[in-house]
């Protein structure tokens, strides 16, 4: 009670002084950022999912509650299958992720046959939009979908609108690349046409080519990182199957305080993993800024 009174007292000496300075305490109330909100819906539009971030991380959770519901069953220990469980409930952000990859790389992947497509049709004679309209029926697949509403777009808005639509629904700093140079030989237009899409292609397949070779160098070495994590657990819940002094002494305190040390260790172990292997994300130079200085 004392402690108490002595905080209620210097809050309310701190609080006048304020006022009587003239410099009133200010209360900050947290708000989730709409850039954020916004990030995560169109992270789940790239992954190809028509759902809310609040209902895609409220299945997380429940399939994440349901492992662990499972493991205590099968372990006999709640602490057993807690690492287990959050494994699980991670495991969709990192499923759907790998697909929003994979399907943004094909997208990049296809930007060289698409702009060859692009110098072809406007060396028989179509202007860039019509070009870019073809696109949609003898395109690469990936540019297909991504330009799938280009013409209609393209009608109501304009050409050079349309491109920026599917810039900002791609979110990509290749395409923002290539897309931009599209916006920029829709304005000037004329024979420079055909000379900007020709050097495009030519940047675009290198920057390709150093993608993939980041990829490869780092792919065994992120198998390996996951494998030192996921093993030591496998291996804990297979011993802890059956009725046995290894699932006696887990259920004891010193197991639990033997679980509770290599859960922290493992957390500790998978953000110092994560950190060593991230791969500097490449800045959205276009992407537009929000009122608050932020890009999306």
């Not at 990509?172 to 000379?195: H, Y």
Request: hydrophobic share 50%; aromatic share 6%; charged share 20%.
């Amino acid at each position: 009670m004392s402690l108490a009174a002595a905080l209620c007292i210097g809050v309310f000496c701190y609080c006048a002084a304020g006022f009587l300075l003239g410099r009133p305490p200010r209360v900050h109330v947290w708000r989730r950022p709409r850039a954020a909100v916004g990030s995560q819906r169109l992270w789940l539009a790239q992954a190809n999912l028509a759902v809310s971030p609040w209902q895609f991380w409220a299945g997380s959770i429940g399939v994440g509650l349901v492992a662990l519901a499972v493991g205590t069953l099968v372990t006999g220990t709640v602490l057993v299958a807690v690492v287990p469980a959050i494994a699980v409930a991670a495991l969709p952000r990192a499923f759907f992720g790998r697909r929003r990859a994979t399907r943004l790389r094909e997208v990049q992947a296809a930007w060289p046959d698409g702009l060859r497509d692009l110098v072809s049709s406007i060396a028989a004679g179509r202007s860039l939009n019509g070009a870019l309209v073809e696109i949609v029926a003898t395109g690469p697949a990936p540019l297909r979908a991504a330009f799938a509403r280009f013409e209609s777009h393209a009608r109501m808005l304009g050409t050079v609108p349309a491109l920026e639509v599917i810039r900002e629904e791609l979110a990509d700093p290749t395409s923002d690349r290539v897309l931009e140079v599209l916006i920029l030989a829709s304005e000037r237009g004329g024979q420079i046409v055909k000379e900007i899409l020709e050097d495009l292609i030519v940047a675009t397949t290198k920057d390709l080519k150093v993608l993939d070779e980041i990829d490869t160098e780092g792919l065994e070495m992120k198998i390996n990182a996951r494998a030192v994590l996921v093993l030591p657990w496998a291996v804990l819940v297979a011993l802890t199957l059956r009725p046995g002094p290894f699932r006696t002494f887990y259920q004891s305190t010193a197991g639990v305080l033997v679980l509770l040390g290599a859960a922290v260790l493992s957390a500790l172990g998978a953000t110092w993993l994560g950190r060593l292997g991230r791969q500097p994300a490449e800045p959205r130079v276009f992407a537009p800024v929000l009122p608050d200085g932020n890009a999306t």
